[in-house]
Every structure is written in C-alpha cells, then in structure tokens.
C-alpha cells in the first residue's frame, strides 16, 4: 500500500510503499522509535497495532521538543 | 486490529506498561499521576507562592494547566504565576514565547518575561563566541547556568516559595544515566521530584509534578487537549551524549515497557543516601559577594560566566 507520512520534527513529507499492514510494520520500516512520536491520522491518535489502509496519511508528531 | 482500552471499549490512544487507554481513561490517568506525585512528594502546600517556570513547549503548558487545576480542585489560595526567561536563541525563543503568551492569556494566567539581554547585556547568541571563544564549550554551558540564576532570582523577587518546572520521567531517567555514566554522584544528589540538597537561603526550591510522566504521555495529553504546541527544538539542543542517551532509553521502551519507570523507582531508593553523601562533602553555601545569589564560591558561576564576558 502508498503511505504519506508527515514528519514534524524534520518537517517533511515522505511517500512509501508498504507491503506491511500495522503502525508498528510502518514505524519499523521507516525506522522510528514508537517512543519518540505520536502517530495520528484524520486527527485520531493511533496506537502500535493500528492497522493502516492504502492511500492514508499519517503525521508524526514529535514528543521530542525544546533545549 | 483496532486496540480497545482495557478499561472500556473505547479504541485505545496508548499503550501502557499495565495496558491500552482510551482517550478519556488516559487523560484522567496523567492528571492522577499528576496530583498524586504532588501530593505524596508534598511538591506544593496552601501556603505557597508558586512560580512555573515556563517555555511554551509542551511539558510547561501541561505543567502550567495542571499546576492551576490542582490548586483549584484542592482550594488552595495560593498565588502562582508564570516565569519565562528568553536567552535571545534567534528562530527558536520567539516562536515559543508566542505560543506561550496565546496560552496563558487564555487560561488568565498572569505572565513574567525576563531576558538575558535585560539582565547581562547581551543575548546568548552574542555571549557564546566570546565566553566559550577559548573553549570547544557549547552555549548550553551558558544558558544552563544563566537561566537558574535568573529563575531563582526572580521568582524570589516575586515571592515564590516554590518554583515549578515540567520536568518529565524522560529528563530524569536521562540524567541519571548520563550522571552514572560519568561518574557524577554529587550532580545525581541534586536530582528528585524536589530539586537540591538541602534548604538554602535565597533558593526558591524547585518541584516537578510531571516526575513521573514520560515525555510520550506528556505530549500526547497536550495533543488530547488541544493545546497548541508548535514543533520547536532549541538549535543548541543536539547534543551528542544526551541524544545517545534519549535513543538507546527510547529503543529499551519500545522492547521493554517501563524501563525508564524503572530506571527513576530505583534511583529514588537510593536517592536519600546520596543526598546525604553530597551534604557531608559539599562545601555550605553561602551568598555570591557579587549579586547576594546562593553560591558554593565566593563568585557564583553566573557571575564569573559575565566576568569572562567581560574579560578584555
């Protein structure tokens, strides 16, 4: 499936193919540690064993911030 | 396969050590941990004042809203502000400074800004290269110390008996770590829910209510909350030994749940013993014979930090 992932900490868009179907497959692949974001997608935050579907677009939010 | 909170069926929003929390399980699980590590560590009593010290990231705005729910829901009357110190970082400060000044005048909270240039003439931009010129030293070394002074000082001038900051379960497992890793003992002792060692005069103690809140738990509250906390990383911020630590604790949560918790339950078992270590061997403190601020010298580190500034 196509995958469009949003990274707030590097400000950037990213599109993948994915042949996995859960967020922890994604967080693996794209070699993030489920430790240091918040996935959310539509708004609604997701959890390690969420499933994904084609097509979706998930942001990464940074629990990582200030000095 | 949609996660269930494992106290309802609402779809889960994190998963915890102990189990899956839906959104309103989890919001009232953080705001619990939070209560409850102020009132078991006795972080904060009916007759302080309370100084927040503040950024406009996520842990200060968590920190600042739930420091004033606490004191409400428990009718303490209590006078408490917010204390932001601005370093003069360009592309970073300004940024946060707004965020906060949004927050805290839609929460009524009242709003103190101090800054560097105001109190030692220059910005840390400008202070680094000269102070550290010498020196493979990085500005951290500065800020660090200018800001404690700082915030001390003025939250003492504003009457605060205790200073509040959002330190989270992350800072703290990462200090421990990297204090153990270099063999700092002293530095540990001053680690804890309270911060110091002992009640010195003309220190406002500081108190974490998010000791033992992680920093994923913190930002997903502020999230749930809706609290708008724009993506902000201090450009002096990457430094090597503490990223390494953050990662190699990140990798060990994600495979093994609790490991920070762990990590900080331990420290504080032995914790006492090293604060007693660190009274018997630290000189007393006594007053900076150049701004009347605590100091183990006679010359605190601020002063002698605006010395080398000032060094021809």
């Known amino acids: ?67 | 396969m949609k996660m269930a909170c494992h106290k309802c069926a609402e779809k889960a929003v994190i998963a915890l050590q102990h189990g899956e929390l839906c959104k309103n399980h989890f919001l009232s699980y953080f705001e619990e941990k939070v209560f409850t590590t102020i009132t078991k560590h006795d972080l904060l009593n009916r007759k302080d004042t309370i100084g927040i010290a503040a950024s406009g990231g996520k842990d200060s705005l968590t920190v600042l809203y739930l420091t004033k729910k606490f004191l409400k829901k428990n009718q303490f009357p209590s006078h408490f502000f917010a204390l932001i110190i601005d370093e003069g970082i360009a592309g970073y400060r300004e940024h946060t400074l707004k965020d906060l000044e949004t927050f805290c005048k839609k929460q009524q909270i009242e709003l103190k800004k101090v800054s560097f240039r105001e109190a030692w003439g220059v910005t840390l931009d400008e202070a680094h290269p000269k102070i550290n010129k010498d020196t493979k030293k990085k500005p951290c070394t500065i800020c660090g110390v200018w800001r404690r002074s700082l915030l001390n000082r003025h939250a003492r001038e504003a009457g605060a008996t205790k200073l509040v900051t959002g330190h989270n379960l992350d800072d703290e497992a990462q200090a421990i770590l990297m204090n153990m890793f270099k063999a700092n003992v002293g530095l540990a002792a001053s680690l804890g829910p309270k911060s110091g060692i002992e009640e010195r005069e003309g220190f406002v103690p500081r108190v974490k209510p998010l000791y033992f809140c992680t920093e994923k738990e913190t930002r997903l509250y502020a999230f749930l909350k809706g609290f708008t906390v724009n993506f902000a990383e201090c450009p002096n911020a990457r430094e090597g030994f503490r990223m390494a630590i953050r990662d190699f604790l990140n990798d060990f949560e994600g495979r093994y749940k609790g490991t920070k918790q762990g990590i900080v339950n331990s420290f504080l078992e032995i914790l006492p013993l090293l604060k007693e270590k660190a009274r018997q061997d630290t000189a007393h403190p006594q007053a900076c014979e150049r701004c009347g601020e605590p100091a183990r010298q006679m010359v605190c580190q601020a002063c002698a930090l605006q010395e080398v500034l000032h060094a021809p």
């Open chain 1, 1 to 67: 499936m196509n995958i469009t992932v949003i990274h707030e900490r590097k400000q950037a868009t990213e599109h993948i193919q994915f042949a996995g179907k859960s967020v922890f497959e994604l967080l693996q692949k794209i070699n993030v540690s489920s430790e240091a974001v918040i996935v959310v997608r539509n708004n609604d935050v997701l959890t390690e064993n969420d499933l994904l579907n084609d097509n979706d677009e998930i942001q990464l939010l940074s629990v990582i911030s200030g000095g």
